[in-house]
């Protein structure tokens, strides 16, 4: 019985990492063990005589008996060798040892295994104490018993619910009395993750630009994990506007989902390739990160063109005009003169009426890879003398380039009655790689602009 106690304490003390003049110091002051009288076979009796030193007097001793108790269960977290055992300060007090599941991303959830030993000679039955069912920590996994000399597994799950700091008491008790104890901590955290690459205007949307029917365009950006975690994201789009004519989804994204290890990073592309003569591609991209307080949203928008020159109106109201039902698409063959590019523009009455100039901006563009374009207006002269000017008026695009053209209003000398100046601008769309189906596109720039009447007309 003796032995057997003994085996099974000093096992707990080697576990315990004994130092060498420690255990010397332990020897010294041991005096006898005895055998328990009754049948506990996993108890021992010590009797220690403990040296009392007195500033100038003699030394006393301090004889003090103790039971020591096998344990029927002891812990330890999967993996590692020392125990799960709660130590004592200098000043008497306790302290559980801590189950640190550290910082989580609220709303996900992470398992800790813990393993139990039962190093007696007989089986046990065990019992935990419950948790919080309202708080972050949960039992996923516990036995209810444990034979002799064998293993057993406990599973605990931590599932923070808010942004805030967790702290549960687990214990886990055997028949004999003998308990498991440990304070499970962890800390609910909201992730950190950012998106660098991908320009994003004041109205967080995202242009992917000019591309030619059938072609495409793919942008690279990078998605930053400062969070001390991983985490794991995905990518939702949802279509808007112009479809293609193939069926095949004009805007994607690789990897659509992935898991981003603690302080790095993920590399992605944002590709679009349309099929169809269009400016009215959009969709909505959202990057999902559970739990993430800052939104990933933006509104993707890109134009498709069946030659490399272009023209349209960059305007807001411009470009969230619906879609032309009578396009027929499908319709316009590839060596078909393309349609007539139609812009017009109304210029603010209440700016006229204070003699204030206004103005409106046209993107011209070329989306080749190679040779230049040019517009070229016919009766700038007419619009002038109306007050409607160009900046510049026209001009060569080389390939791969955009040139912003400013169009401006300046209200002329007005007579006894107010009236409205309006235009028609006539041009014409040429070169560039691919050039438009019959040499040019024609291009028809209505403007309309307030002229107040003059007070003393």
Sequence with gaps: GEEGAEGGVKAVEAERGMTAEEATTRD???????????????SRHDTWQIPVFLKNGPTMYLQVQTTTVAPQIVGTLSGKVALLLPTV???????????????????????????????????????????????????????????ADSLQTVSLVFRPKKEAAFKEKFVLSA????????????????????MQGL??????????????????????????NKSPFEVNYSVDITKL??????????????????????????????????????????????IIVPNQKEKMEWRVVGRCWRQAIFLYDCSQAAQAAPLNVHRFKDQLGADQPPPAIALEHTFPQGQAEQQE?????????????????????????????????????????????????????????????????????????????????????SVALRLKGFVPRQEDA
């Design 89 to 147: 300060g200098a000043d008497g007090a306790e302290s559980l040892p801590v189950l640190d599941f550290g910082e989580l991303p609220v709303g996900q959830d992470r398992v800790v295994a813990i393993t139990i030993t039962n190093p007696s000679e007989r089986g046990t039955n065990l019992s935990n104490e419950a948790l919080d069912p309202f708080g972050a920590f949960m039992v996923l996994k516990c036995p209810t018993f444990i034979p």
């Design 241 to 286: 506007g112009e479809t293609n004519f193939s069926a095949l989804a004009h805007l994607d994204v690789v990897p659509a989902e992935a898991t981003v290890g603690a302080e790095s990073e993920q590399g992605g592309t944002l590709t679009f390739a349309p099929d169809v003569e269009s400016l009215s591609y959009a969709a909505i991209l959202k």
């Design 357 to 441: 100039a206004a103005e409106h901006q046209l993107m011209l563009g070329n989306c080749g890879d190679k040779g230049a374009g040019e517009l070229v207006f016919e009766n700038l002269a007419e619009a002038g003398k109306l007050g409607f000017t160009l900046e510049p008026p026209g001009g060569k695009v080389d390939a791969g380039q955009k040139v912003p053209i400013t169009v401006k209003y300046t209200p002329p000398a007005g007579g006894a009655l107010s009236m409205w100046n309006q235009v028609t601008l006539k041009g014409s769309l040429k070169g560039g790689d691919p050039a438009p189906a019959g040499g040019a596109v």
């Design 199 to 224: 320009e994003v205007d004041a109205q967080d949307r995202i242009d992917v630009g000019d591309v030619l029917a059938g072609s495409q365009i793919d942008l690279p950006f990078t998605l930053f």
């Design 175 to 194: 028949e004999n009395g003998n308990r498991l104890r440990f304070l499970c901590v962890g800390h609910g955290v909201s992730p950190a993750f950012s």
């Design 28 to 42: 010294a002051l041991h005096i006898e063990s005895l055998e328990s009288e009754e049948d506990e076979p996993w």
